[in-house]
């Protein structure tokens, strides 16, 4: 299952998305940085909580997988926030309950 399609009916292969996912990524923490000057988690606001990763809302494997979720999400910044480690580990097993 290497090609998934969105809800535009346009199919992307894995590599692609994985290319525009971490582009988005890369986005996302420039855009933390132009607004702040700098990288933090945005859950719990600390600038100790490190690393920060850029962590999806709604994972790139639910938008992969799941039909009632655009595919689109998967590269969204608007899907992506900037999350300590230990937070982000959380989120990620709040979000598999």
Partial sequence: MGSFTDSRGRKFQKEQIDRMVNSAKKERMQMQIDEHGYNFCEDC???DCKPVDMSHDISVDQCQK???IPLQLAWSVSNITPRGRKCHIKHDSMSKL
């Fill in 45 to 47: 606001e600390r600038n």
């Fill in 66 to 68: 799941d039909p009632n």
